[in-house]
């Protein structure tokens, strides 16, 4: 079992930034696959990012390409998002999840930061 917990949210001007955090509990951090979702409201969630995890292969959404940048310390227990040149569809709550490598989908997330972009 591990518990996500996200910071690093907030509210921004279009063309800013903002890093977010993913801190996770337990001993086997390094185990997971890391990906970062957001859901917009009125909208279903959908998948921004994912890392694994050694961190040596990422995948993101088109959207977001060239613009975020995800990134993990083991030693830390903790994901990040880099999240560059953000515009008002970008707004959104962004939740972490964790999964092991075997798992189909993810079964462990976190509550959730609110990203507002303000044009």
């Known amino acids: 079992q591990v518990q996500l917990v996200e910071t690093g949210g907030g509210l921004v001007q279009a063309g800013g930034s903002l890093r977010l955090s993913c801190a996770a509990s337990g001993r086997t951090f390094s185990s997971y696959i890391m990906a970062w979702f957001r859901q917009a409201p009125g909208k279903e969630r959908e998948f921004v990012a994912q890392?694994?995890?050694?961190?040596?292969?990422?995948y993101y959404l088109d959207s977001v390409k060239g613009r975020f940048t995800i990134s993990r310390d083991n030693a830390k227990h903790t994901a990040y998002l880099q999240m560059n040149s953000l515009k008002p569809e970008d707004t959104a709550v962004y939740h972490c999840?964790?999964?092991?490598?075997?798992?189909?989908?993810?079964?462990?997330w976190g509550q959730g930061t609110q990203v507002t972009v303000s044009s």
């Open positions: 890392i694994t995890w050694s961190g040596d292969s990422t």
């Open positions: 999840a964790a999964k092991y490598p075997y798992m189909a989908s993810y079964n462990f």
